[in-house]
């Protein structure tokens, strides 16, 4: 459905902003708390638990991050789990959003309410409130929307993108690649996958795979080290592989580069026990495949048929094809 409409009474400028945002709430439904817990006053608030606050943001753009094959319910529950993966990744809790939009006053009422009302249905699956935000007018063509999403701890540590030694292990979930064909929106965050994880020890770094793993692993990677993946344990989708049937690339290829997997990458100490990790992973998550895919080296010590990772590139904001 195209966002956007030549009728205006079809359109936001038929209802203007006063009346527009009460809309908004109704669409929201419960998972809009009444002010000031939600959207109403100036700021939400929201109670302080002592424990430490996550904060990340991230957007939906039209024409970069979906386009009018994608359903409006579809779009808005890809705003809010594609910042859920991000919380995920460091073994949070997601609370509480606010989301901002810049849109076009051609943008059709009933594609902006199927649009939250997907939202709302992700938030309520994932136990967030939406609190607030605020909305602009953008330029003619233009609809994005803007979500900050805030959480906690949820337990005594956060697990952050350093911390890798030499000889530690490199573990995927899920599978990768192909996402253009339905993963880019149709994704589980792995919220409970990375509670779960914080709470080990022997984990000493994580991320999700948003930009590629190609990309991504260098985040995780010290000065000096590189990784050394085997291509045969990477885990590759089906999608994939219908991709490279038409591209005419490798299905590693796309599995390396494509991003938006929104699969987590853990870095598992080299002191730990990986039968017994493995184990525990299998019988905590018995549907979810965990992936060793390599080690971290010294970076000319790579053993014989690492994988060149420079052969191979993620998502890169800003860069010339």
Same mark, same amino acid.
């Given at each position: 459905?195209?966002?956007?409409?030549?009728?205006?009474?079809?359109?936001?400028?038929?209802?203007?902003?006063?009346?527009?945002?009460?809309?908004?709430?109704?669409?929201?439904?419960?998972?809009?708390?009444?002010?000031?817990?939600?959207?109403?006053?100036?700021?939400?608030?929201?109670?302080?638990?002592?424990?430490?606050?996550?904060?990340?943001?991230?957007?939906?753009?039209?024409?970069?991050?979906?386009?009018?094959?994608?359903?409006?319910?579809? =779009?808005?529950?890809? +705003?809010? $789990?594609?910042?859920? %993966?991000?919380?995920? &990744?460091?073994?949070?809790?997601? *609370?509480? /959003?606010?989301?901002?939009?810049?849109?076009?006053?051609?943008?059709?009422?009933?594609?902006?309410?199927?649009?939250?009302?997907?939202?709302?249905?992700?938030?309520?699956?994932?136990?967030?409130?939406?609190?607030?935000?605020?909305?602009?007018?953008?330029?003619?063509?233009?609809?994005?929307?803007?979500?900050?999403?805030?959480?906690?701890?949820?337990?005594?540590?956060?697990?952050?993108?350093?911390?890798?030694?030499?000889?530690?292990?490199?573990?995927?979930?899920?599978?990768?690649?192909?996402?253009?064909?339905?993963?880019?929106?149709?994704?589980?965050?792995?919220?409970?996958?990375?509670?779960?994880?914080?709470?080990?020890?022997?984990?000493?770094?994580?991320?999700? =795979?948003?930009?590629? +793993?190609? $990309?991504?692993?260098? %985040?995780?990677?010290? &000065?000096?080290?590189?990784?050394? *993946?085997? /291509?045969?344990?990477?885990?590759?989708?089906?999608?994939?592989?219908?991709?490279?049937?038409?591209?005419?690339?490798?299905?590693?290829?796309?599995?390396?580069?494509?991003?938006?997997?929104?699969?987590?990458?853990?870095?598992?100490?080299?002191?730990?026990?990986?039968?017994?990790?493995?184990?525990?992973?299998?019988?905590?998550?018995?549907?979810?495949?965990?992936?060793?895919?390599?080690?971290?080296?010294?970076?000319?010590?790579?053993?014989?048929?690492?994988?060149?990772?420079?052969?191979?590139?993620?998502?890169?904001?800003?860069?010339?094809?």
């Amino acid at each position: 459905m195209n966002p956007f409409t030549s009728i205006r009474a079809e359109s936001v400028a038929a209802l203007g902003e006063q009346r527009l945002l009460p809309e908004i709430k109704r669409w929201l439904g419960k998972t809009s708390p009444a002010a000031p817990f939600g959207m109403g006053d100036d700021c939400a608030v929201v109670r302080a638990s002592g424990k430490a606050m996550l904060i990340t943001t991230d957007p939906v753009i039209y024409g970069q991050h979906f386009d009018e094959t994608l359903s409006p319910r579809a =779009v808005g529950a890809k +705003l809010l $789990k594609r910042n859920l %993966s991000d919380i995920a &990744a460091m073994g949070g809790r997601p *609370l509480a /959003a606010v989301v901002s939009l810049a849109l076009d006053a051609n943008t059709r009422i009933a594609w902006l309410r199927d649009f939250y009302r997907g939202l709302a249905a992700a938030a309520h699956r994932f136990n967030v409130k939406i609190v607030g935000g605020d909305i602009t007018q953008g330029p003619v063509g233009f609809f994005g929307a803007f979500l900050t999403l805030h959480g906690e701890a949820a337990g005594n540590r956060i697990i952050t993108r350093g911390g890798a030694m030499p000889g530690d292990r490199i573990f995927v979930t899920g599978t990768l690649g192909g996402s253009l064909l339905g993963r880019h929106h149709n994704f589980v965050p792995r919220l409970a996958e990375g509670v779960w994880l914080a709470r080990r020890r022997d984990i000493c770094a994580m991320m999700d =795979v948003s930009d590629g +793993l190609a $990309k991504d692993l260098h %985040s995780l990677t010290p &000065a000096g080290l590189a990784p050394a *993946l085997c /291509a045969t344990s990477i885990p590759i989708s089906a999608a994939a592989r219908k991709c490279a049937a038409v591209t005419k690339q490798t299905p590693l290829f796309h599995a390396l580069g494509d991003g938006e997997d929104y699969e987590l990458l853990i870095v598992v100490c080299y002191r730990a026990d990986l039968r017994k990790f493995e184990r525990a992973w299998k019988r905590r998550f018995p549907r979810l495949r965990l992936s060793l895919i390599g080690t971290f080296a010294q970076k000319d010590r790579l053993p014989e048929g690492a994988v060149q990772l420079s052969n191979f590139s993620g998502y890169e904001h800003l860069r010339d094809a």
